[in-house]
């Protein structure tokens, strides 16, 4: 399900209904329901993958809460490796193989590694870092574990974010879902206009420039050096519409429900350096690649070889997770 169609608005407005006029104790079930069929809309099968990696993170919060010593760690690393493996498999593994053959072929080897004919899960890049994010903050002391399953299964299926974002971390997120939350029309309000805001940039704004750089991309040879800038031009606000405004739809679907999402874009084209934009853009992203694994690394604080060197792993990893491609 995509959030520029109608069926979406006819889900969001029976969800919405249905949240407010139950009782706040069954609230909770209603949305892991809503959020399961939003997801299984697209592929039910895969509905699988994420519960297996959800019964993963669960128990391995609650076992790195429990344990002492190296043993918290090891808990850590099974829930990174099988978030990661998850991610490797669907997403890497048939381009890690086409990679590989070409290298042999370069040197006329056949490469026998069978490709594996597969769909990548959506949103599979984003709740994989949402769940890292997990772990990784109980493993620190900062995030008490979630005892509750069915509340820990929703923090990663939250079906507003759960395609595309913004990706939470469990201290902004997890006692939302315990909170009793009332009607209110100023939460409401407030939210109708996001989404509104983000229909317009995306149906509008994104939706309407596509037509003109999809025309010239896909006929490139056929375009002069003035309609490839153009094209240029109107891609970098095609890019910024089309996904600000999906954050915009998902951080308002939620607020109508009287839960807040953390602001994943804002205002990036008023930055005033290089620096000053990616922190605007993709908020959620880039604090996340920020606080665990720029940080971890020693950050800027070891020099400037080291400093250098974090960076180019940090975009390295950035665009890998961007898109499986030497290009990314």
Known sequence: M????????????????LYYSLPHKFRW???????????????????????F??????????????????????????????????????KYYNFLNDSLTSFLGFFNYYNSIPFLQILLPVGLSFHTFQAMSYTIEVYRGNQEPENHFGIYALYVMFYPQLVDGPIERPQNILHQFHEKKKFDYNHVAEGCKLILWGFIKKLVVADRLAIYTDAVYGNYEQHSGIS?????????FQIYC??????????????????????????????????????????????????YLYFPLGGSR???????????????????????????
């Open 2 to 17: 995509v959030f520029n169609s109608l069926i979406f608005v006819v889900f969001f407005v029976i969800v919405t209904t």
């Open 29 to 51: 079930a209603l949305l892991l329901l809503a959020s399961s069929i939003f997801y299984m809309y697209f592929l039910p099968i895969y509905i699988l993958i994420l519960g």
């Open 53 to 90: 990696t959800i019964c993963i993170d669960y128990y391995a919060g609650i076992f790195i809460a429990r344990s002492t010593g190296k043993s918290r760690k090891r808990w850590l690393i099974l829930s990174i490796i099988a978030n990661v493996g998850v991610l490797a498999i669907f």
């Open 228 to 236: 490839m800038m153009i094209a240029s031009f109107f891609f970098i």
């Open 242 to 291: 089309d996904f600000s405004g999906y954050s915009d739809i998902a951080i308002g679907s939620a607020r109508v429900m009287g839960i807040h999402l953390m602001t994943n874009f804002r205002r990036p084209f008023f930055a005033k350096s290089i620096q000053e934009v990616w922190q605007r853009w993709h908020i959620s992203l880039t604090t996340w690649f920020r606080d």
């Open 302 to 328: 070891k020099g400037k070889l080291v400093l250098l060197r974090n960076m180019l792993i940090v975009f390295a990893v950035s665009g890998l997770w961007h898109g499986a491609g030497w290009t990314f």
